[in-house]
Each structure stands twice: as structure tokens, then as C-alpha cells.
């Protein structure tokens, strides 16, 4: 930051007026002759100069030239110099904040303001370095007096709109970020942060800021990847696919990309070509939950493969596995859906893995393993009734046990019936409760 000294030393011009060694030292500075002007300001000073623009233009100098220590030393010997120089307390300000001494810089800032508290200058100091304490409060009660006397002033906009953001104020943020993306709409910047929060907050709303930008720049991959996540959570799934295809064709590869190309193969019934991708993704992180349960889904579910047929033209088929392969799939999806089960366990996420287990289980005839999943994730989401239907009908018609049967059917009805339940399974539950009392009355089975 040690390049924004610039509208002081314009202060600097005006204040010295037409002083002829000023005047060397302007027409120096505009053409870059930095050694000359420190050679110079040396020269005087060692003749016992007493004007304060020598250490300046010395300062100056030495600041350009990245020598950032010796010009504050430089400047702090001036001050004692010259105590009542307003201008040099300032510019000793800049340095300070230009090298990120901030705890040198507040106290001065805070005397300065004393006699100048219009000061935008020193403000926008005071600004940044409470932020960088995080005394967000502070700021943006510093920053909503200076707006109230400059309500268009895009530094006070911006920074309320951060700081806003940094205690949980969404609203007033977004308030500020938009007066700002309003008056300058190539703010990348600025549309960046929004889409990013409307990606949480109203997930909609991000995706007409996106477009916004992709118009101007369709290959802004940012933008296209905040549009993904958008549409992925909008369950546009087929868009959300397209577009995180296209930004691996533009070269992301990134975890990210590519595991929700996988996943999202998944959704949309591709899961061979998923299975494929994810592999890759996993190669990368093997410990994130959602990749590993959906890959143990997709294993589950994939029952075909692709082999190159030669006619005029090779092509590709698409081929049935054959059972054992389909089998074998299906006990390593039971091993990644487990996994994920390690990897992250709320309640409500478990009981979903935990139903999954229960349906590959019972795919594999494995009707002991899928109740006792249907189980475990009946006791994680005791809303979910649906899956004491699916673990009585798993008694009737793959074990046999009627009577079993019979009372899994009776606890799902009684259930529904408690907090008014009602679903596909209800009506189809009370048909299976009046046969099977038929069947066990006839064979005597019934009490």
C-alpha cells in the first residue's frame, strides 16, 4: 500500500506554493529521479535546512523506492523537528499505516481528528484499523455518521456493507453492497460477494447477479461455478450438471468441480459415467461424506457398462453387468455408505444413509442386514413411518412371518393414524393388515 501517498504530496505542492527548491523537487519526483531527490534533500538537510518539505521530499523518496523503515525514521525525526506541522504528523500517518504499524498510527490518527475530524483521510484509517481488531461495532458506528454527510460515497458503502456482514446483518449488507453494484454494475468485486450471499440466504436471487456478469464475460469461471452451487441447490439438476462440465472443460479440475459432476450424474441416472468421475474426486479427498455416500449409491445402482463395437463406425454400447459383477458392486457400495456413516453423523443425515443401507441390503437378499438398517434409521427420524411399512413388507413377502408381518403393518397404522400420517403405504398397509388376519385366522395362527 505504499504507493497511495499521492494526494499529499499534490497537499504538498500547494502547500509549499512556488518555493523554487520545491519546485526542483516536483519536477524530480514527476520524472521519477528518486536518488536525486533523496542526493538533494541530503544536501540540505546537512547545511542545516530548516524546512520541513526536505524530510519530506526525502521520505517520499525513500518510501518509493521500497527503503519503507528509513523514511519513517526520516519523517519521526522531523516531527521533533518541526512538533506543529499538520502536515507532517500526516504524512507520518501514512507511512505508519502503509507498513501496517497501526498501533503507532492510532493514537496520532486520534490527535489529528481532534482538530480535523472531517478528515476523510484519517477516517478511513480509524475505519480499517478497528476492522483489523475486529471491532466491526466501532466501525460501522463511525461509518454511519460519515455517510449521513456523504450518502454516495463508496468506501463508507463498502466497508458498512462488510462490516455489516462480519456481525450477521445480511440485510443491511446486502442493503449496501447493492446501492454500490448499482452505481458501478462491472463491479466484479462487489457482484463476487453478493451472488455469494445470496447463494445462502435466497439462493434465486444469486442467479440473475450471476448471468449478469457471464453476459459481460462467459468464461468467468468464478461466476459459473457460483451458478452451479446455485442450481444444484435449486435441484435444477440438469443445468447444475452442465455447467460444472463446463467448468472442467475450462480447466477446473478442483475436488469440488468434480465431485458434484459426480454426484450429480448421479441424480440424473448416469451412473456409470458418476461412478467413473467420483473415483477421480476420491483420489483426491476420500473423507468427505456426501462423495462417499453417493459414491456407495452409485455403486449400488450402477448395472451396466460400455464396450467400443466395431461396424463403418466404431460406437459405443451400453451392456448389462453380468449378476455377479452387479453383486459385487453392490457389497462395496455397503462398504462406502457405511464410511460415510463414520465420516459425519447427524440424525437426520444418518437416517438417510441409514434407509440406503436398508434398500441395498434388501437388494442383495440380505433381509435381516436391510431391517436392521430400515431400524437404525427409523430410530434416527422417527417422522420417516414410511420405513415400518418397508420393514413389514420385508417380513411378509421375503422372510414369510406373517404374524410378524401383521404387527409391523399394525405399529405403522397406529403410528399414522396418531399425527394424521398419510402416504401411498397407509392405504396399502390397511389392505395387507385385513389379508394377512385372513391368512393367520384360516391356519389358526391368529389370537
Known sequence: MHHKNYLLIIFFFCSFGLHAQNEKYEILFIENKFDEIIELADSNITTGSKLSQDYFWKATALNKTGNYNQAVNIIETALKLFPNDSIIKEFLVNLYFDNGMYIKAKPLINRLLCNDSANFNLISKKIIIFEFNNKYNDAISLLEKQILRDTTNTFLMLHLADNYYKIDSIDNALFYYEKVFKQNPNNI????????????????????????????????????????????????NKKALKLFENLNSLGDSSFSTLKYIGILRYKTNDFHNAKTIMQSALAIDSSDVDLTYFYGCTLASDTSYYKLVKGKTLKVIKCALAADSIYKNRQEACYYIKKSIDLLAPPSTLSIIYAQLGGVYKELKQYKNAINYYKLAYKNNPKSLNLLFFIASIYEINLYDKKTALKKYQQFVSKANDIRFQSYYFDLANHRIKHLKEDLFFTGDLK
Open 189 to 236: 468485486k462487489i457482484a463476487y460477494k453478493i451472488a455469494k450471499i445470496y447463494l445462502k440466504v435466497d439462493t434465486k436471487m444469486a442467479l440473475p447477479v450471476c448471468d449478469s456478469i457471464i453476459k459481460k464475460d462467459s468464461l468467468n469461471l468464478a461466476f459459473i461455478k457460483i451458478k452451479a452451487y446455485a442450481l444444484k441447490k435449486l435441484d435444477r
